[in-house]
């Protein structure tokens, strides 16, 4: 397995060079080695699968390469997901030990049945234990299961190999001239896949140093940024928002990031310009799903090019297809579909839904829909199952949502449809407030159709006091559509 050995050969080469900081400690590159090494020998289990229940921090990679030098799947599980999920992960995965702390078993309250728990702060990581590793230099093993949290139904286990994972970690590191120099402040949780592999496998295979806080607080973040001097931030546009919008946050703290990235969702105009105007930030903007390892697009550092995703990374091959299936040409809205090295084997135990994941040419259908402009660079347009047909007009919710974050009293916004009798469907909106902001429906609607077309202006917008978002802070419009059901905006 490549990866294992970067990762290794890494830790040796700066066996005394910090090259974690976390919330609890700094993990030198021979405590890494050390701890992986004794939770190597702690794992008796004979499933091929091993759970990951951790805070964001060094105890993850050193968990993650000792899994992997036994020959094992590492499960890395959502500590903010309910008991029903995490079972139902644990059972779907066919997992009996995980590798947790007690504050973290205690915060969801408790495994099932039958699960062992290997408790890392109950551990000593002193000496250096004999440990013989079983893995093979099989580039096709199932490396990571990572449970995609899903637009509808149970969550899905994406299947990465050794391969996926390997490929984007040097996709990554060439597109983004990563280098050990780097300075990494890993703000996602690394059971999401962007905190996973950009996060902590591209800096733990170079050498390069990561900064973990394991909850978002954006005063935490500044003080992070002050002290450790970060030259690379990768995060989601609520979090550049929170940083945008602290009260303390000045131009000079930001002033040693030389890479900034934002995924996920959209970066409104507000945001992007706030950030560039008032902490001299620029943001570039990356694409890529869980299926995908997870990068696929990237603006390269210099590279930048307001409204896109990037041209996509080294090795990665993408199509533009229509209804018919055919490929568009450049300019002309459609179905991405992408290619790769860094592409899924499949969905765990789910040989249908892989086989209709796929086009017959072998590309990942995304599920997204955007285009190519004339230079080859993405630009997204929304989800294809989130459209809405307004009058027989496709409208994209990422769109109207735009509009209304651009406003200056609109903190985020998520909007979904409503059937209606005459339109068939019909835009309705969802807004936060930022702090102090009087809300006025008609005011928010008049600024739309400065914007949008008349038959896009939501037909209600109603004010929540937090919009639903999931555990790495993006919008969840399921759970707007449901409040829509529940005729809360009549």
């Known amino acids: 397995m490549k990866l294992l050995r970067s990762i290794y050969n890494s830790w040796r ?53 000792a899994i992997w030098s036994q020959g094992k799947t590492v499960v890395p599980l959502n500590y903010l997901l309910s008991p029903d999920e995490i079972t139902y992960i644990i059972e779907d ?44 230099s099989d580039e096709e093993m199932l490396a990571a299961l990572l449970y995609t949290s899903g637009t509808s139904g149970k969550p899905k286990g994406v299947m990465l190999t050794a391969g996926n994972l390997h490929s984007n970690v040097e996709q990554c590191k060439q597109w983004a001239e990563f280098s050990k120099k780097d300075i990494f402040l890993g703000l996602l949780p690394q059971f999401h896949s962007f905190g996973f592999t950009v996060n902590t496998l591209v800096p733990c295979a170079m050498g390069a140093r990561a900064v973990y806080t394991a909850r978002f607080n954006p005063r935490k973040v500044l003080e992070l940024l002050r002290t450790h001097k970060a030259t690379a931030l990768l995060a989601i546009p609520s979090m550049f928002n929170a940083l945008l919008n602290a009260k303390s946050a000045t131009a000079s703290d ?119 402009d004339d230079d080859g660079f993405l630009h997204i347009t929304g989800r294809i199952k989130e459209m809405l047909i307004i009058g027989g007009e496709n409208v994209f919710p990422r769109e109207i949502e735009e509009v209304l974050t651009n406003h200056p009293d609109v903190l985020a916004a998520g909007v979904v449809g409503r059937q209606d009798d005459s339109r068939g469907e019909v835009a309705v909106a969802f807004v936060e407030l930022k ?56």
């Open 13 to 65: 080469r700066n066996a005394f060079r910090t090259l974690i900081t976390d919330d609890y400690r700094s993990w030198k590159g021979f405590e890494l080695q050390v701890a992986s090494w004794h939770i190597a020998k702690q794992l008796k289990t004979d499933k091929p699968h091993v759970a990951v229940l951790l805070p964001t921090s060094g105890m993850f990679p050193a968990s993650m390469t």
């Open 435 to 490: 702090e102090g902001a009087e809300f006025d429906e008609m005011a928010l609607r008049s600024w739309c159709r400065e914007s949008i077309a008349t038959f896009k202006v939501p037909k209600t917008i109603t004010l929540l006091q937090e919009l639903p978002r999931n555990p790495t802070g993006k919008i969840v419009r399921r759970a707007l559509a449901e409040l829509v059901q529940k005729d809360i905006t009549q």
């Open 254 to 372: 930001f002033e040693s990031i030389r890479f900034a990235v934002s995924g996920g969702e959209g970066l409104p105009d507000a945001v992007y310009l706030g950030c560039k105007e008032k902490l001299q930030l620029e943001i570039n903007e990356g694409y890529g799903l869980t299926e995908t390892s997870p990068v696929s697009n990237w603006c390269r550092p210099a590279e930048h090019r307001r409204g896109s995703v990037g041209m996509p990374i080294v090795d990665v091959h993408e199509r533009i297809v229509g209804e018919d299936g055919a490929d568009l040409p450049a300019n002309e809205d459609g179905e991405i579909r992408i290619s790769g090295p860094n592409i899924m084997r499949g969905y765990y135990k789910l040989p249908e839904e892989t086989k209709n994941a796929f086009d017959d040419q072998g590309y990942f259908r995304t599920g997204d829909m955007g285009h190519l």
């Open 93 to 136: 995965s066919g997992v009996d030990t995980v590798i947790a702390v007690t504050p973290m078993i205690e915060m969801i309250g408790g495994l099932p049945e039958g699960v062992e728990t290997l408790l890392l702060d109950k551990m000593s990581f002193k000496g250096m234990p004999p440990v013989r590793s079983s893995v093979k």
